[in-house]
């Protein structure tokens, strides 16, 4: 005899709203990546699976720009990523320099300290970016083994410039890992050419997937110093090397390491495959062009954002200040119940600050920034009414 009965909520079909998902992510999928989902399951193993984790790696490449041979995707969020390209590119007591002018270099470095890693930071406020001479500075300081930067700063909604970055770490024999988890797609990011030892990212942004996959790439250099360890690698689960040769990264055998996420990969796939038909660049300036059109339109409407320099604005996701008096929270309510559209506010240091519009992937559209325009418009213009009453 049941002792918990059986909940009557779950005895009705499962039913979401659609909503229209216009902050820092997850963004809107494209049907043919939902009807992707939907799937036949395969084996974890099966050799048609092989081959859509080989269609995979190949796009992860063309959008990041690399020739990487160890390209693949985690299963788990972009927090998956972090933390595992810090806890197999250092061991225990290793100096790691962290670049923190967010929420995601603290997270980093708090998963950094947890392994046991030798933590430095070098720090900027939130909103700005670092330049060379701050990194050289830190690195002359600390002489660390492995840097750590983010491209994307969602919570500060900064576009980290990358340049010469990767050439002053290899240079005092750094490795350098990049946090592209809200910019992949939407800035340009050529990890060959700026010399990227380690990039992760995430499906749900950018590239309009599914959350639970984080896209991964490591450089030679990476993979050497990966090859060479002194130690295991402290996570099984995040073992690199293991991973890496279930995605058919090197010369043998594939072999069980876990049973990967074979719907959201089928979803990646899809998600990739609408890249390469519009074209890298064609994708990358959509992105662009929208991020430009919003704030041109938030500017004449009387807002400011977080970021003054509007070269080290994120394209993918902007900060619009929160004008004194307003009650974001009540604005962002407003939006929800009238326009079905969700736009959060800030994150760690920015929260109360402002509020984090996207524009990523299928929601990058002239007619979304209009619609985003409006709603803020209808938004202020009810709270004046409401104050005058």
């Not at 995601?104 to 392994?115: P, Q, T």
């Not at 929800?336 to 969700?342: L, Q, T």
């Amino acid at each position: 005899m049941a002792v918990v009965e059986p909940p009557k909520q779950l005895l009705v079909p499962l039913k979401v709203e659609e909503r229209l998902l216009m902050g820092p992510g997850p963004s809107n999928a494209h049907r043919r990546v939902l009807d992707a989902c939907a799937q036949p399951i395969l084996g974890l193993l099966d050799p048609r699976f092989c081959a859509i984790m080989d269609e995979v790696k190949l796009g992860l490449q063309y959008i990041w720009q690399t020739k990487n041979k160890h390209t693949f995707a985690l299963s788990g969020t972009g927090h998956s990523g972090v933390e595992a390209s810090i806890i197999n590119m250092t061991e225990r007591g290793e100096k790691i320099m962290i670049c923190v002018n967010g929420i995601w270099g603290e997270r980093a470095s708090d998963m950094a300290e947890r392994i046991g890693c030798d933590v430095r930071k070098i720090e900027r406020p939130i909103g700005e970016v670092f330049t060379l001479e701050d990194i050289q500075k830190g690195i002359e300081e600390y002489k660390p083994g492995v840097v750590f930067i983010t491209h994307g700063e969602s919570s500060g909604t900064t576009c980290q410039p990358l340049e010469g970055i990767g050439k002053l770490c290899h240079n005092n024999d750094c490795i350098l890992i990049v946090d592209s988890v809200a910019s992949l797609g939407g800035s340009p990011l050529n990890v060959d050419d700026l010399e990227i030892d380690v990039v992760y990212s995430g499906s749900q942004k950018c590239l309009g997937a599914p959350p639970g996959l984080s896209p991964i790439s490591l450089s030679p250099r990476a993979w050497k110093k990966l090859q060479s360890r002194n130690t295991k690698v402290p996570s099984f689960y995040f073992d690199l090397t293991m991973i890496a040769n279930y995605w058919g990264c090197d010369d043998g055998p594939r072999r069980y390491h876990h049973t990967g996420p074979i719907n959201s990969v089928y979803a990646l796939r899809e998600a990739l495959s609408l890249v390469v038909e519009e074209g890298l660049e064609n994708f990358i300036a959509r992105h662009q062009k929208s991020a430009e059109l919003l704030q041109d339109g938030f500017e004449k409407m009387g807002f400011a954002f977080l970021v003054q320099d509007k070269r080290h604005r994120l394209p993918t996701i902007t900060g619009v200040l929160i004008p004194q008096g307003v009650d974001q929270k009540k604005v962002s309510a407003f939006i929800g119940e009238k326009y079905k559209m969700d736009i959060p506010g800030g994150l760690g240091k920015s929260a109360g600050k402002i509020w984090r519009v996207g524009l990523m992937g299928v929601n990058s559209t002239k007619d979304n920034v209009n619609l985003v325009l409006k709603a803020f418009q209808d938004a202020m213009d009810n709270i004046k009414l409401q104050n005058n009453l």
